[in-house]
């Protein structure tokens, strides 16, 4: 059974950079896409971008200046960047795996973490 | 604002059936699968169904999805107290490359 688990810091002061790692368990890296997701308090969910296992990434274009996607193969790990977030970026982060044969969908989530931008 | 549009409640009484719509466009919904999540709070979305109509392995037969052009709906019946969570479709966006959702739905079962 593919496990995912977010980690990071559930604290960004407004301005700076949010920084957060998916690590993958039971399963490989390779041969998936991998996604980001948010779901800010009360509200619904909004897809923030993919990174292939090969490195290619697409992003939302309403957040595409700000974010950064990677991945370490060797490490089953995957990151997300946001620079200069404000309160609006306040929400849960979730990490999944995109599962592309044809259509895509995302199979399996993280638990999410919570993340609050404040000074 | 949601790219998929759903109503944001439904209910319904123990042994029912209860339907949920979506509804999207022709880059969506209108040449994409639709996919269904079911969310309890503080937990993560799980993929209800898949392709349309497709249940995983683990999910009830009371669950159905079904799509006619550019809307969708996912179908409860025999209702129980443990269906009560939050709905959300989703679907392949042409435009985005990448997936949209609708703004979810909360089922309560009186």
């Known amino acids: 059974q593919v496990q995912l688990q977010e980690s990071g810091p559930r604290l960004v002061k407004p301005s700076e950079t949010l920084s957060l790692t998916c690590t993958v368990s039971g399963g490989s890296i390779s041969n998936y896409y991998w996604s980001w997701i948010r779901q800010p308090p009360g509200k619904g969910l909004e897809w923030i971008g993919y990174?292939?296992?090969?490195?290619?990434?697409n992003y939302n274009p309403s957040l595409k200046s700000r974010v950064t996607m990677s991945l370490h193969t060797s490490m089953s790990q995957f990151y997300l960047r946001l620079r200069s977030v404000t309160a609006a970026d306040t929400a849960v982060y979730y990490c999944?795996?995109?599962?592309?044969?044809?259509?895509?969908?995302?199979?399996?989530w993280g638990q999410g973490i919570l993340v609050t931008v404040s000074s | 604002q949601s790219v998929l549009t759903q109503p944001p409640s439904a209910s319904g009484t123990p042994g029912q059936r209860v339907t949920i719509s979506c509804s999207g466009s022709s880059s969506n919904i209108g040449s994409n699968y639709v996919y269904w999540y079911q969310q309890f709070p503080g937990t993560a979305p799980k993929l209800l169904i898949y392709?349309?109509?497709q249940r995983p392995s683990g999910v009830p037969d009371r669950f159905s999805g079904s799509k006619s052009g550019t809307s969708a709906s996912l179908a409860i019946s025999g209702l129980r107290s443990e269906d009560e969570a939050d709905y959300y479709c989703?679907?392949?966006?042409?435009?985005?490359?990448?997936?949209?959702f609708g703004g979810g739905t909360k089922l309560t079962v009186l």
């Open positions: 999944a795996r995109q599962n592309c044969g044809g259509d895509c969908y995302l199979d399996y």
């Open positions: 989703a679907a392949w966006d042409d435009s985005l490359s990448g997936p949209v």
């Open positions: 392709r349309n109509n």
């Open positions: 990174i292939s296992y090969s490195g290619t990434t």
